[in-house]
């Protein structure tokens, strides 16, 4: 690997090197805060704005349609968990079948070992 920078290094060595700030740099950040701080305050009647929109909260309907979707939502995450208790349900049921067939298979295979004379026990 050579020694000497390639260009890309250069190129960065150049874009990190420490630069002094302008002398007003100071009082234009403090001009900036200042109308900045007014931007702000001019902000605020927005935000209640945006919770005016939220007004249908208030309304006699409004609870009633939470009611329905909360219930809704219990009927929907019910039916999910049954889903998946008989889901589980079957793969137990098909592991206790494959393990009984194995179970099976391999008492037939001890039975033909043993009338060909080959003793397991050893």
């Known amino acids: 690997m050579s020694n000497e920078m390639t260009d ?3 190129q960065v060595a150049k874009a990190l090197q420490r630069v002094d700030a302008p002398e007003d740099f100071a009082e ?4 900036r805060a200042e109308a900045d701080s007014f ?3 001019a902000r605020v009647p927005r935000a209640w704005a945006v919770l005016g929109s939220w007004r249908w909260m208030m309304s006699p309907w409004a609870g009633g349609a939470v009611a329905a979707l909360l219930v809704a939502a219990v009927f929907a ?10 889901r ?5 049921q098909q592991f206790e079948q494959a393990t009984q067939i194995t179970d099976r298979a391999l008492e037939h295979a001890r039975e ?6 080959v003793d397991l026990d050893q």
């Open 39 to 41: 931007v702000v305050s």
């Open 77 to 86: 995450t019910g039916a999910r968990v049954h889903e998946e208790h008989v």
């Open 28 to 31: 234009r950040v403090m001009q």
């Open 8 to 10: 890309f290094e250069k």
């Open 112 to 117: 033909k070992l043993r009338k060909a004379g």
């Open 88 to 92: 589980q349900a079957q793969a137990t």
